[in-house]
């Protein structure tokens, strides 16, 4: 269910290098090979790592190695215990380094650094229920330089406002413009958060004003498109939208992680009368004399598994992950963003094939670069209207899908 986050392990596991150990000292800096990995197969002495990097390595455990294990979250090899080679299994993760054998694709391995499938599983699950329970997720409103605080929407129809607290301690990623994965985040620094960006924290609340002293933070910027679908090409896995506001075309590419959802009539009706009564200064941003379809749309959104955990793979429907919906988005009385993403996971499935002409869709995709399509994070067809109550909003007011949860550290 969970991938092991990359590069989280792999801090862990190069910070236990830094402890002083005979085999490695005596290697010279030319002759040192090392390689970090997942083990994918294990022969006699001969151990195959498929890298990070997705090549595969082979390693040959000398007689004399060193092998160890350490848990997942551990900076340096302080508890670490001897391990046998016959406990290594398919899925542990490994540090192999040692010298190249002349056949340069081989690692005569002095010293191995283990951490077991197990342990990194036991891990995830503690850091992924962290993050249900000590977690907010939406959009930045304003940044604080100077206090080094940031305002946060938490989204969705009832939004509220969190400030988040930061300091030297906070942990600080940022989402790469080509990729939804939380895998693929790098480490950030505050000043590249910025105004309607989409973060999640967590932390420790305060039980009077609801702000969190943030242990650790992850944010993104995402584009919010809204408008109508000009052509699809399935080949090539793409739809081409005609964008309301700047009114030109926008090709989105539609990926492995995509979510493509289509809104039933009632429910969209519903969210286009609270956002309509938004617009108008209604009480609890509902418009006066809100309709059925409107109080049904809430009612739903209060009804469906109430304490779904975030995880790993996919935007907010769940790009933490890979194959279901995003779970609880706040905690502590903060408005539950998570609701809309159950909401969302129930709704039909659609695909390229389903899009026509004409047809109008909300997306939250990446970025995107130079070089590539932004790739679509969460597509919602059937929001006719929503654009046509609220054309300048709709997208932004749904727009916390895109960010998910970490399905859970197995790092510091």
Not at 187 to 193: K, M, R, T, Y
Not at 270 to 279: E, M, T, Y
């Amino acid at each position: 269910m969970f991938q092991v986050k990359k590069s989280i392990l792999a801090a862990a596991l190069s910070a236990a290098l830094m402890v002083p150990a005979s085999s490695w000292a005596q290697q010279t800096a030319a002759s040192v090979a090392r390689s970090l990995g997942t083990v994918k197969s294990i022969s006699g002495n001969s151990v195959t790592l498929a890298t990070d990097s997705g090549t595969e390595v082979n390693v040959s455990i000398q007689p004399d190695a060193k092998l160890i294990r350490t848990a997942p979250g551990h900076k340096d090899l302080q508890g670490a215990t001897p391990v046998q080679l016959s406990e290594i299994q398919t899925g542990d993760r490994m540090l192999a380094r040692g010298i190249m054998a002349p056949d340069g694709k081989t690692i005569l391995a002095s010293s191995i650094i283990v951490m077991k499938r197990e342990d990194i599983a036991q891990k995830q699950q503690q850091e992924q229920e962290d993050w249900r329970k000590r977690g907010i997720a939406g959009v930045v409103k304003s940044v604080d330089l100077a206090t080094q605080t940031i305002t946060v929407s938490t989204g969705g129809l009832t939004a509220k406002t969190v400030a988040v607290h930061t300091s030297k301690s906070t942990i600080l990623r940022r989402y790469s413009p080509d990729s939804i994965k939380f895998d693929d985040a790098k480490p950030g620094n505050f000043e590249q958060i910025n105004s309607g960006d989409q973060l999640r924290a967590r932390g420790d609340r305060d039980a009077t004003s609801g702000d969190i002293a943030a242990d650790e933070i992850v944010s993104g910027t995402f584009r919010n498109i809204a408008g109508t679908v000009v052509s699809t090409d399935a080949a090539n896995n793409t739809v081409t939208i005609s964008d309301l506001l700047s009114k030109k075309p926008i090709t989105v590419k539609i990926g492995a992680d995509s979510q493509l959802h289509k809104i039933p009539q009632m429910m969209a009706m519903g969210i286009a009368a609270r956002l309509k009564g938004s617009a108008a200064g209604g009480p609890n941003g509902a418009a006066p004399g809100t309709s059925t379809p409107g109080r049904a749309a809430q009612q739903e959104s209060q009804r469906g598994p109430s304490e779904g955990g975030p995880s790993q793979g996919r935007p907010a429907t769940g790009a933490w992950q890979r194959g279901g919906a995003g779970g609880q988005w706040g905690g502590g009385g903060q408005a539950r963003s998570g609701d809309f993403q159950q909401m969302l996971a129930r709704m039909p499935a659609v695909t390229i094939a389903d899009l026509q002409k004409g047809d109008a869709v909300i997306v939250v995709a990446t970025e995107g670069s130079e070089t590539s399509q932004p790739t679509a994070i969460t597509l919602l067809s059937g929001v006719e209207p929503i654009l046509t109550a609220a054309p300048d909003q709709a997208a932004m007011s749904l727009s916390p899908w895109s960010l998910g949860a970490p399905s859970g550290d197995a790092g510091p």
